[in-house]
């Protein structure tokens, strides 16, 4: 995974890295956001006919290994599950394709992201570090949310309690473009969705619930029987907005199947393995192309930024 070659997006990395140390504080070892999280491992199986819609080569196989980060929101390695903060909850999926060689996908659980680039991401942060309780109103958040729609309509999305990370469908926040063998070029958005369904909890269940318990419930579920998941892609329509990830497409757009996730087991040592992976949203692999939505090489260099830190970390802590 190379870090971006533009001095410009390194250094607004570096900036929303830095923000999120101020929101939050700097916890060696773990993410920025999505800082609490539970790695697990399983297989992915294609669908029949998904190679009509890409030639990527874990449609192309039988099944590939793989391995999925379930997440809370913020940047607070022990923030309680059933804080209304920790939501949305992440996934990232990494499929196994050889030695060294992977593609992923990371998605979380609210359709969408509040801005169309890394510089307003940048802009919201800092509107919401400076909205103490103690700042009067306007708020530098309410002026920022009044002045960016798509922001409002993402904070103010629901974003239920779900009653198990495997009872969510997570949302895949840029589009990409699937080629298959002819060369024929799609645009979706992922959505990986539970095989058992959607289920949430009421507010007045959530806050009966224990610090731990969306981690301490999949570690226990995955225990007795396999957590299955489809990879779905929304399809966008040929005059369809695809490199903006606040934009939503209609529901009616078409969803093709790509296949199915089985996850096995929680993975061993899963905090210090989860110091050492760096998920990537560019997908670099054949058959999936990233879109010019602004936020992948972003996205992708503030990944590969905190990644590095994670293991500057644990080699430090491998030294004591």
């Known amino acids: 995974m190379p ?33 609490k ?26 099944s590939t290994s793989v391995t999925v980060r379930f997440s ?26 050889a030695e060294h060689v992977h593609t992923d996908i990371v998605a979380h659980s609210t359709d969408g992201f509040p801005t169309r680039d890394g510089k307003q991401f940048l802009e919201f942060l800092r509107a919401a570090a400076a909205s103490g309780p ?16 798509a922001a409002l309509t993402f904070v103010q999305a ?10 969510q469908t997570y949302f895949g926040v840029t589009a990409y473009a699937f080629i298959n063998v002819a060369g024929k070029k799609s645009f979706g958005r992922y959505r990986i969705v539970p095989e058992q369904g959607n289920e949430f909890l009421s507010a007045e269940q959530a806050a009966g619930l224990s ?36 934009v939503h497409w209609p529901e009616s757009r078409p969803q093709r199947e790509l296949g199915a ?24 692999v054949e058959g999936i192309e990233p879109s010019a939505d602004p936020l992948l090489e972003i996205r992708a260099a503030l990944y590969l930024l905190s990644g590095r830190r994670r293991r500057a970390a644990k080699m430090e802590e491998t030294k004591r």
């Open 3 to 35: 870090l971006s070659q533009d001095e410009r997006i390194v250094a607004l990395a570096n900036d929303l890295l830095q923000q999120f140390d101020k929101i939050y504080g700097i916890h060696p070892g773990f993410r920025p956001a999505h800082a």
């Open 37 to 62: 999280g539970l790695l697990l491992s399983g297989v992915f199986r294609p669908a029949a006919g998904a190679a009509d819609f890409t030639r990527a080569p874990h449609i192309a196989r039988e």
């Open 72 to 97: 809370d929101s913020t940047g607070l390695p022990l923030i309680p599950d059933n804080s209304p903060d920790a939501n949305p909850r992440g996934m990232a999926t990494r499929f196994h394709l």
């Open 134 to 149: 103690d700042s009067p109103s306007p708020k530098p958040i309410e002026q920022f949310l009044a002045s960016h729609p």
């Open 158 to 167: 629901p974003k239920p309690f779900p009653s198990s990370f495997a009872r």
């Open 211 to 246: 610090p731990n318990y969306h981690f301490d419930e999949i570690a226990e579920r995955v225990g007795k029987a396999p957590v299955q998941f489809k990879i779905m892609v929304q399809v966008a329509a040929p005059d369809d907005t695809n490199d903006d990830a606040t």
């Open 261 to 284: 996730l089985e996850l096995t087991k929680v993975v061993p040592d899963s905090l210090a393995r989860q110091q050492q992976i760096i998920f990537d949203p560019i997908p670099r």
